[in-house]
Structure formats: structure tokens, C-alpha cells
């Protein structure tokens, strides 16, 4: 008895020098996995090459999409967008309504990404807004026409914000050919210029892009997401002071608007706005406190949109 | 004296298991700024950048308080970093059986610059220098923190 007390401290001394030991040799192994994270250059072929393995059975959905290659993306629709519908030529006014942006991309539930969100007006008459991946969001002159304060621009801003923080987007994207597109990034034959395989890579990614435009422009995104945007832009707008009652105010505008029968812009891709009214309605009367729409915003609304009209 | 030794093992071992479930996270933002609070509108500690590794100390309200580098304390909002769990236990021969989608991204295998410049070459009249035109759009905090003042928007619009 006597014996095994005494022993024990020598176990537990045993112990401690091999949990020291085990400390020492994890710092090491620390190290090495995070010089590889920071650095890539440094990075050996056989490091290369496990990095490889583990893309190819990792990356499998919109999920997997960093935010980096997010921005990649959507810089690529937005040029396509901006192809077909010219920027509006008023520096006061887009400094203007990305000030508004900024105040809801604040107080939303992504307010950081690659590389901050930005707004532009396009020079069309069509009621239309657009919201890239990556932050890129468009709003039509014609839409702007519609709102009657800067609570209402704020909906349709919100809105958008909500599109890009939930990465609609990116979810429009077809599963079969991001699945494709992981496997040839993580071929090495992809790699090399002039290959077989980058040429595919390259065609896939034109495809990947076209879904995207194509549900911007054209298809619209399922309505479950036009849904969760509306209550994205409800929760953000209410969270930044402004009045998510200009969301309805706007449905409303938009559902009398002399375009509704023409069936292009938002009227195409977008569910009937009397539809979304009642939900969001529903939404707002759920809400505690509701902010009231403020004169001064209304006033300075005024000030850089009143000769849109 | 067996007493001391089993509370000295035993926090040595709460010490290394804390230590090595500390979580790494990375900047998943082009840049982004270390705050003294959990706050868009506090001081600035430092300046951190993409791929940028920090250790995580703590979570409240949609921010995470990390440590750098170079041993600098303070808070960052969640979206500005990766929270995927880099398992450390799990380096041996394959490095790393489980990978972040930036980790890969950094090693550059990703949808980047140069599947754009492929792109690019095969679709011509896109309006690419509109796009730079638009990145060059910045509000600045002290701007956006006017604004809000003057809407009477944020913190101004609450009801005191």
C-alpha cells in the first residue's frame, strides 16, 4: 500500500512530461498547418497535392464558394448586366443612394464581404433592381421614379441586400455543373494553359455565370427566395431606423404602376407585388415597435431625386 | 504534495486541451479593421487583411473578439471571417484531412483572376471598366456615421 502511494507521484510526473511533450510536438504541427494557410507560394508539391485531394471531396455546393471567388463571379455578372443596361451619368445621385445602402448594409446580417457591397443607378425607364453576387446591386432610373422617400429606396436597397446576404445568387447556380466545375479546379490538368481541361473549365464557369444572369435578367429566383428577401428587408430596414412600412408603400406603388401589364423588369422576374404585400404586411404587424418615416430623410430624398421626374 | 501534483497535471491538461481547441479563424474579407468593441462605430486597433490567421477568444451579438499575431486584442463582425474549425490533431503524412474552401481558394484552385482573364478573352464587350468604375465607389465610416445622424437613422432614430 505503502509502495503505491509512493509510486504515484512518479506516474503522475510521467504524465506531465508527456503532456509537455504532446504540447510541443501539437505547436509544431500548429505551425506548419498555418504557414501553408498563410503563405500558399511556400507551399511544397506534396502539400499541393493533399490540398488538391481534399477540394476534390470537400467542395460540393454554393456553400463551398469563398467569398473570394464570390466576388469573382459576380464582377463577371455585372459586366454582363452592364453590357446591356448603361450606368445613369449622376455622381451626386449614386453617392446618394449608396449612402442609403450602406446605412441598411450596416445593420443587415452580412455586413462584411469580399469587397463591400456598391450601388448603381442604371440609365433605363424599365422598374428594375439587380443584385449581383458579391454585392454589386443595380437599380433601375424607373425605379426610382416610383419611390416617394428614402424609406422606400431603402426597401428596394434592403431587398437586394437580403438577395446578396443569403447568396441567392449563388444558389441559383445549376448543382451539376458547380460539381463539375470543383472537379476540373481540382485537376492538375486544369492548371496548365492549353489543356483540354481548362477549356472546359473555362465553358463551365461561362455556364455557371449564365444561370446566374439568366435569373436576374430573365428567370427571376424561386419565389421562396423573393419571399425571404422581402423579410430580410423588413428585418434589416426596421434594424436601421428606417420604416418597413415603405416596403408595402412600394409594393403597392408598384402593383398600380402603368409598367405592371408590360411584363418586363421587375414585373417578369418578381412574384405579383399584391402577393408579397400581404406577407410582408403580416410581417410588419408582427414586429414590437415599427420606426415612422422621418421629413428630414424624406426632404433630402427630394433634394437628389427630384429631377428623375 | 500528491495533491499539488494531481491539480498541477490536471490543469496543465485543461491548459493544452484549451489550447488546442483553440479556434483559428481567417479573414475572408479583402480588408477589414480590428475594433476595441463589438461595435461598427468603435476605435480601430488594426488593420487586418485576407488570409490574415487570428485566434478566436470570444462571441457576443454577431461579433467574435480575437487575438493576432502579433498579440493585438480586439473584435471583429462574424462575417468578416472564416469559422470553418481547422483540426489540428488531425497533421500527419496527408497534412490536413479536413480543409477550409479558402484554405483551397488561397492555394489557388478557385473561380479567381485568371479563370477571369479566360473568360474574359472569350466573351469581348462586356463592360468590365464599368464594374472597376463601381468598386471605386467608397463611403467611408465617418461619412455613412453623418448620414445616419442626419436621417435621424441607427442609434439616433431610437427612441430615447
Known amino acids: 500500500m505503502n509502495r503505491k502511494t509512493k509510486s504515484l507521484p512518479r506516474v503522475f510526473l510521467a504524465g506531465v512530461v508527456l503532456v509537455v511533450l504532446a504540447y510541443l510536438i501539437a505547436c509544431a504541427a500548429m505551425e506548419k498547418g498555418v504557414s501553408v494557410l498563410t503563405s500558399p507560394e511556400k507551399l511544397s508539391q506534396k502539400d499541393k497535392a493533399s490540398l488538391l485531394r481534399v477540394a476534390k471531396a470537400l467542395r460540393s455546393s454554393f456553400a463551398d464558394i469563398t467569398e473570394e471567388e464570390e466576388y469573382y463571379i459576380g464582377r463577371s455578372v455585372a459586366a454582363t448586366i452592364l453590357a446591356t443596361y448603361p450606368a445613369l451619368n449622376n455622381s451626386r445621385l449614386t453617392r446618394y443612394v449608396n449612402r442609403v445602402g450602406q446605412a441598411v448594409v450596416l445593420y443587415s446580417d452580412r455586413p462584411e464581404i469580399f469587397a463591400g457591397y456598391h450601388f448603381l443607378v442604371l440609365d433605363s425607364n424599365e422598374i428594375n433592381a439587380m443584385a449581383a453576387p458579391g454585392g454589386f446591386i443595380f437599380i433601375t432610373k424607373g425605379l426610382l421614379r416610383l419611390c416617394r422617400n428614402e424609406d422606400m429606396l431603402a426597401a428596394v436597397l434592403a431587398h437586394e441586400v437580403g438577395h446578396v446576404a443569403a447568396k441567392h445568387g449563388l444558389r441559383s447556380i445549376k448543382k451539376s455543373r458547380l460539381i463539375e466545375a470543383f472537379r476540373l479546379l481540382a485537376s492538375e490538368a486544369a492548371q496548365r494553359s492549353g489543356s483540354a481541361e481548362l477549356a472546359k473549365l473555362v465553358s463551365t464557369y461561362e455556364s455557371i455565370l449564365g444561370d446566374i444572369t439568366a435569373t436576374l435578367i430573365e428567370r427571376g429566383y424561386d419565389r421562396k427566395f423573393e419571399t425571404e428577401a422581402d423579410e430580410l428587408a423588413v428585418k434589416f430596414m426596421t434594424r436601421a431606423g428606417y420604416s418597413p412600412t415603405a416596403l408595402s408603400d412600394f409594393l403597392a406603388a408598384l402593383a398600380s404602376s402603368a409598367q405592371a401589364s408590360s411584363g418586363k423588369g421587375w414585373f417578369k422576374t418578381h412574384p405579383a407585388p399584391e402577393k408579397r404585400l400581404a406577407k410582408v404586411s403580416a410581417k410588419i404587424k408582427a414586429l414590437p415597435q415599427v420606426p415612422a418615416v422621418a421629413k428630414v430623410r424624406t426632404q433630402r430624398f427630394h433634394q437628389y431625386c427630384s429631377r428623375l421626374k | ?160
Open chain 2, 1 to 160: 504534495m500528491r495533491k499539488k501534483i494531481i491539480v498541477m497535471a490536471v490543469a496543465l491538461l485543461v491548459g493544452l486541451i484549451t489550447f488546442l481547441l483553440a479556434e483559428t479563424l481567417l479573414i475572408k474579407v479583402q480588408s477589414t479593421s480590428l475594433r476595441k468593441r463589438p461595435e461598427f462605430y468603435a476605435p480601430v486597433v488594426a488593420k487586418l487583411y485576407y488570409g490574415q490567421k487570428v485566434t478566436k477568444l470570444a462571441e457576443e451579438g454577431g461579433w467574435v473578439q480575437v487575438r493576432t499575431d502579433d498579440c493585438l486584442v480586439g473584435w471583429l463582425h462574424s462575417s468578416a471571417v472564416e469559422t470553418k474549425k481547422i483540426r489540428l490533431l488531425a497533421m500527419n503524412q496527408t497534412l490536413k484531412t479536413e480543409a477550409s474552401s479558402q484554405e483551397v481558394a488561397l492555394a489557388g484552385k478557385g473561380f479567381t483572376k485568371d479563370l477571369e482573364k479566360a473568360f474574359r478573352e472569350k466573351n469581348k464587350g462586356l463592360n468590365y471598366a464599368q464594374v472597376e468604375k463601381m468598386l471605386r465607389i467608397k463611403v467611408t465610416l465617418s461619412e455613412l456615421k453623418r448620414f445616419l445622424r442626419e436621417g435621424k437613422l441607427g442609434e439616433w432614430g431610437r427612441p430615447k
